[in-house]
């Protein structure tokens, strides 16, 4: 017989974690959607340059595409409810949030890197618009590593 704890197989639900449109009005689960907007501006940022250190921003379009789609996808678990049968769901959730968090934090540092070599290393007409969509990147990139860090932890000690 199972109790108000355990789903049918016995193992116990994560009752707290909400679902529907309450992972909106619950922290961790409201930084998600900060975390989607502010890491959608971070690719569209730089895919509106000209992109010259292709090996550092390829790693920050890499993050930031591949964190959209995964967290896209958590997103929709949640409003659908798909983690209500899984007992383990805070400690995925708060290890997805940490490891991005730290390849966000790769990520935003590589993307500044960028930003300042570009300012004395590219000679382009465009370059003043390019070094502020950079340094915008950049902006962006860091505020979405905090998101995914504050996001890993307050999982973590709720």
Same mark, same amino acid.
């Given at each position: 017989?199972?109790?108000?704890?355990?789903?049918?197989?016995?193992?116990?639900?994560?009752?707290?974690?909400?679902?529907?449109?309450?992972?909106? /009005?619950? &922290?961790?689960?409201?930084? #998600? =959607?900060?975390? *989607?907007?502010? +890491?959608?501006?971070?690719?569209?940022?730089?895919? $509106?340059?000209?992109?010259?250190?292709?090996?550092?921003?390829?790693?920050?379009?890499?993050?930031?595409?591949?964190?959209?789609?995964?967290?896209?996808?958590?997103?929709?678990?949640?409003?659908?409810?798909?983690? /209500?049968? &899984?007992?383990?769901?805070? #400690? =995925?959730?708060? *290890?997805?949030? +940490?490891?991005?968090?730290?390849?966000?934090?790769? $990520?935003?540092?590589?993307?500044?890197?960028?930003?300042?070599?570009?300012?004395?290393?590219?000679?382009?007409?465009?370059?003043?618009?390019?070094?502020?969509?950079?340094?915008?990147?950049?902006?962006?990139?860091?505020?979405?590593?905090?998101?995914?860090?504050?996001?890993?932890?307050?999982?973590?000690?709720?």
């Amino acid at each position: 017989m199972a109790t108000k704890n355990t789903v049918s197989s016995g193992c116990p639900a994560p009752e707290d974690i909400p679902s529907g449109l309450d992972i909106f /009005r619950t &922290i961790p689960y409201a930084l #998600i =959607l900060p975390e *989607l907007i502010f +890491g959608c501006w971070v690719w569209i940022l730089v895919a $509106a340059t000209s992109v010259h250190f292709t090996l550092l921003q390829g790693w920050v379009m890499y993050v930031s595409i591949s964190s959209f789609v995964i967290s896209l996808l958590l997103l929709m678990g949640y409003l659908f409810g798909f983690h /209500r049968n &899984i007992s383990s769901w805070r #400690i =995925l959730d708060s *290890l997805y949030h +940490g490891a991005t968090g730290i390849f966000y934090m790769s $990520a935003a540092a590589l993307q500044a890197n960028a930003t300042i070599r570009s300012e004395r290393e590219v000679a382009d007409e465009h370059m003043p618009l390019y070094y502020q969509l950079n340094a915008a990147a950049t902006f962006f990139a860091f505020i979405t590593a905090l998101l995914y860090i504050l996001h890993a932890f307050s999982n973590y000690y709720h």
